[in-house]
T-cell receptor
Framework: ETGVTQSPTHLIKTRGQQVTLRCSSQ?????VSWYQQALGQGPQFIFQYYREEENGRGNFPPRFSGLQFPNYSSELNVNALELDDSALYLC???????????FGQGTRLTVV | EDQVTQSPEALRLQEGESSSLNCSYT??????LFWYRQDPGKGPEFLFTLYSAGEEKEKERLKATLTKKESFLHITAPKPEDSATYLCAVQDSGTYKYIFGTGTRLKVLA
């Protein structure tokens, strides 16, 4: 088991709604990254936060946004949910200088 | 454009039958290449990071190698508990983006 925890584990939302997913990083890790994983696919990089600032972003629209807090925990916010947003959302933490990343168990989001 | 391609998509092995998984990558600057194992419904589990061509790392029955264009994950004498999806990813040193492949689904039969 890693020290990365995500909440909630499962979530069902209606198209057009907004959702917030949470991630607590492993102790000593100051960098958090978020991924979207559709069934049968590899994780797609959404963005990375280092010291409360976004310092890398994948090809996701602005309705995907995030925050990192002083304790290095993080949130992923998705506005105006679409059916295609249904996926497993993964959070990973690492120290900035050590690229070894540890993943949480993920949040399974279903948009109906 | 940064890209990671894994092959084969799926692999069935008999217990004890060694094989290799391939990860081909294109990235403007490589910060690191990573191998992960993922079991169904779970988050990826870190296996290895490789940083430069020629580097090799081993862990139990697994050995990862890296060249300038590809990486191999060698599985020696696999056991049924090695059955999982193996993911390869690279991190771009300029943008810090991570790019994952779609994975190789490995099934080891007893």
């Amino acid at each position: 088991e890693t020290g990365v925890t995500q909440s909630p584990t499962h979530l069902i939302k209606t198209r057009g709604q907004q959702v917030t997913l949470r991630c607590s990083s492993q102790s000593g890790h100051n960098t958090v990254s978020w991924y979207q994983q559709a069934l049968g696919q590899g994780p797609q990089f959404i963005f990375q936060y280092y010291r409360e600032e976004e310092n890398g972003r994948g090809n996701f629209p602005p309705r995907f946004s995030g925050l990192q807090f002083p304790n290095y925990s993080s949130e992923l916010n998705v506005n105006a949910l679409e059916l295609d947003d249904s996926a497993l959302y993964l959070c990973a933490s690492t120290s900035f200088t050590n690229t070894e990343a540890f993943f949480g168990q993920g949040t399974r989001l279903t948009v109906v | 454009e940064d890209q990671v391609t894994q092959s084969p998509e799926a692999l069935r092995l008999q217990e004890g039958e060694s094989s290799s998984l391939n990860c081909s990558y294109t990235v403007s600057g490589l910060r690191g290449l990573f191998w992960y194992r993922q079991d169904p419904g779970k988050g990826p589990e870190f296996l290895f990071t490789l940083y430069s061509a020629g580097e090799e790392k081993e862990k139990e029955r697994l050995k990862a190698t890296l060249t300038k264009k590809e990486s191999f994950l060698h599985i020696t004498a696999p056991k049924p508990e090695d059955s999982a999806t193996y993911l390869c990813a690279v991190q771009d040193s300029g943008t810090y983006k991570y790019i994952f492949g779609t994975g190789t689904r490995l099934k080891v039969l007893a």
